[in-house]
């Protein structure tokens, strides 16, 4: 089946720490995302990148890294200058589905990060 | 001003009635238009696109209003299935980027 998975669902981060959040494609989209999602509230862009190896600031990216040097893969790194951590974060791939509309997001899961 | 918004409700309606929700952007430049579903603690999935001409399915119905920059979504005899947020989601062109937006999203309750 083709879609896009991340993990871990759950992750739990100590002060000071960084963390990763990994998320995969295989529906071999160019563009993929990430978003943070907090309590009532609606999805917000970190990052986001069109090819590989190329990767573009969203409206919240302080605190945040990516990397994308596969196509299939973006992860995101949560860094300890984020100090406000604690989101549902989900990770989006772009495509088109049944030859009619385009841009549709096709999301993975989410990973749910608190703080210990 | 915020780019895209919707009334958050919750909407709080029986089974069968016919709920309407409205959606409104700010920037006449955007291309592509949706509404999401997104249940509780879940990731957001596509229930249709929306486009100029409006368009059905099964119960579902979207109409775009590009001159007041608004999108709708109707549904009809509603289930008690239908009880979810939806999102609304403008995409817009940036430096060869697609760069969607999001609304807050419209909580809906469908009661026995």
């Known amino acids: 089946d083709g879609g896009i998975t991340q993990s871990p669902k759950y992750l739990f981060r100590k002060e000071g720490q960084n963390v990763t959040l990994s998320c995969e494609q295989n529906l071999n989209h160019d563009a993929m995302y990430w978003y943070r999602q907090d309590p009532g509230q609606g999805l917000r862009l970190i990052y986001y990148?069109?090819?590989?190896?190329?990767?573009q600031k969203g409206d919240i990216a302080e605190g945040y890294s990516v990397s994308r040097e596969k196509k299939e893969s973006f992860p995101l790194t949560v860094t300890s200058a984020q100090k406000n951590p604690t989101a549902f974060y989900l990770c989006?791939?772009?495509?088109?589905?049944?030859?009619?509309?385009?841009?549709?997001?096709?999301f993975g899961a989410g990973t749910r990060l608190s703080v210990l | 001003r915020k780019e895209v918004e919707q009334d958050p409700g919750p909407f709080n309606v029986p089974e069968g009635a016919t709920v309407a929700f409205n959606c409104t952007y700010s920037n006449s430049a955007s291309q592509s238009f949706f509404w999401y579903r997104q249940d509780c603690r879940k990731e957001p999935k596509l229930l249709m696109s929306?486009?100029?001409s409006g368009n059905e399915d099964g119960r579902f119905t979207a109409q775009l209003n590009r001159a007041s920059q608004y999108i709708s979504l109707l549904i009809r005899d509603s289930k008690l299935s239908d009880s979810a947020t939806y999102l609304c989601v403008v995409t817009t062109a940036s430096g060869g980027s697609y760069i969607p937006t999001f609304g807050r999203g419209t909580s809906l309750i469908v009661h026995p």
């Open positions: 929306v486009y100029s």
């Open positions: 990148s069109q090819i590989v190896n190329d990767f």
């Open positions: 989006a791939s772009v495509g088109q589905r049944d030859g009619l509309a385009k841009n549709i997001q096709y």
